[in-house]
């Protein structure tokens, strides 16, 4: 089954403490993308990858990290967490080409609480 | 820069009747696309309609069509029947063509709707 796959679905963290959200697709897909979901506020970038070892920030990147040193992972890391990057995160992936005419395939997101 | 507004926090509609959800727009660009996700309760992230600028026949798909004005900025979402299982947080998204640039998806904050029996 095509999909975009995150691992955790739900992660409660200290303030502080290194963490890693992976992601990973199987469908071949050049971009992938994070997104941070907040209440009132939508959806907002966070860094995307057009390919292997091409990242760049998106609107909201301060206290994230992220690699794309295979096609199919994407995972982000957070270095030192802090309560303001409790949130819901997604990952997303895309054909380059595809991307206008199909979205974005979403993955089923995690919840991260940081204390 | 883009922006996204959907003005109706909350809507709630009777099974089987219609409603409407309204989102607006700003941008200088000419050509970009635009589209309407669901997101239910399980949290996905669910495709429901897509429109290009470049086109002037409003997108369908099923019970789901847009009303989409281009020099007003506006691309409101249909939904004709509601079902119960159509209750769930929907958000407008609009995105420049992406060749080389970061494909980026720009959302409004969403309208969360409730269908009721």
New interface residues.
Partial sequence: EAQVTQNPRYLITVTGKKLTVTCSQNMNHEYMSWYRQDPGLGLRQIYYSMNVEVTDKGDVPEGYKVSRKEKRNFPLILESPSPNQTSLYFCASSFRGGLANYGYTFGSGTRLTVV | AQT?TQSQPEMSVQEAETVTLSCTYDTSENNY?L?W?KQPP????I?VI?Q?AYKQQNATENRFSVNFQKAAKSFSLKISDSQLGDTAMY?C?F?K??GGS????I????TKLSVKP
């Fill in positions: 996204v696309y589209f996700y399980s949290r996905q992230m495709l897509r290009e958000f998204a995105m063509p992406p970061q494909g980026n998806l959302f409004g904050k969403g």
